[in-house]
């Protein structure tokens, strides 16, 4: 039985949606054979996990009967067909999860930000580092303990789901008709080796870089959810919930919260002020010091304009010195 076949009759098979496919047909730099070990063997207690191969079988059918389907880096481009084939899967109801890395599109040589990009999601060229020393070496290795954008989402982490009503994060009353400030904590992460993202509406960022990895206060995950019940999720980091990194701080918890999430028929929310308000800063460019330091620069210094008298008074300075060095034996050379 060929491949195709195999996953026809599999998909035939799975009438409760709750198989999760893991794609390998572009060039992904994570799947369920390599990086994706750990993150199987967990979601086989409550899902199946599958795997699409073949480019053959990047159709409709295919993936009508997901839960979910995901993208782990993905290193090769996607045909118009595939783009299409993906938007009618959401549009009926389907999930996808995209996994990026540091340097965006530019590192990987893929054009997935075109489809993202229509539901206000795009993967940055850049990569998120951390600027003090704590805990992990590598400065791309970033622990973050304050990036948890909505606070439905650290209620549910630490195991009360919706419980903004009978508990809060902070000792102080609440006033009234006003919304408590969140400070972002609730779960730790490492987000290794990631990019940024740019999240606009109709798209809600989750995660941030919080105060100290730089940039500082930017989306690294960013959810988008259809009127028709379709979802997507995006990560700037496939890094994040590999076998290296999956048990690290509350990596796995957020895993496990992120695919609650996509699985079709979830009834989890999130809190509508954060997410229409998320704690996120603009992104600011910083010129190139490198390059500008090697440029080549005048040492003109600017200064006032001259009056006209000013400049006769300078011009009978430079006769008088030039007769003053013609006396002197100075050789007085005029450039042209």
């Not at 572009?26 to 750990?38: C, D, I, L, M, N």
């Amino acid at each position: 039985m060929s491949n195709r076949e195999a996953l026809t009759d599999r998909t035939n098979a799975s009438s409760d949606n709750s198989r999760i496919l893991f794609s390998s047909c572009k060039g992904e730099t994570h799947t369920v054979r390599a990086g994706f070990k750990q993150l199987s063997r967990r979601l086989r207690t409550l899902y199946r996990t599958d795997t699409l191969e073949s480019k053959d079988d990047f159709t409709l059918k295919s993936l009508s009967n997901a839960a979910a389907v995901v993208f782990g880096n993905p290193q090769q481009k996607f045909t118009a067909a595939e783009f299409e084939t993906l938007k009618q899967y959401v549009g009926d109801g389907g999930s996808i999860l995209v996994l990026s890395s540091e340097g965006g599109e530019a590192r990987s040589n893929s054009n997935i930000n075109y489809l993202i990009e229509e539901f206000g999601i795009n993967v940055n060229s850049d990569s998120v580092i951390r600027l003090s020393h704590d805990k992990y070496l590598h400065p791309k290795e970033a622990l973050i303990v304050d990036g948890i954008l909505n606070r439905d989402i650290a209620f549910s982490l630490k195991g009360n789901a919706r419980a903004e009503h009978n508990t809060r994060l902070s000792g102080s009353k609440p006033r009234p008709g006003v919304k408590e400030q969140f400070d972002g904590r609730g779960a730790a992460f490492v987000y290794a080796r990631g990019a940024t993202l740019t999240v606009q509406k109709p798209s809600v960022p989750f995660l941030a870089t919080g105060q100290v990895a730089y940039p500082m206060h930017r989306p690294i995950g960013a959810l988008w959810q259809g009127q028709a019940g379709g979802k997507l999720a995006v990560m700037g980091s496939v890094a994040m919930f590999d076998d290296k990194w999956l048990d690290s701080e509350d990596n796995s918890k957020i895993m496990d919260w992120l695919f609650r999430w996509l699985k079709q028929g979830s009834q989890m929310q999130l809190d509508l002020h954060d997410a229409n308000e998320p704690n996120v800063l603009e992104p600011q460019h910083l010129p190139d010091t490198e390059v500008l330091a090697e440029a080549f620069r005048g040492c003109l210094q600017v200064c006032a304009m001259l009056s006209i008298k000013d400049c006769l008074d300078s011009l009978a300075l430079w006769a008088m010195l030039a007769v003053q060095f013609e006396d002197a034996g100075v050789v007085v050379v005029t450039c042209t």
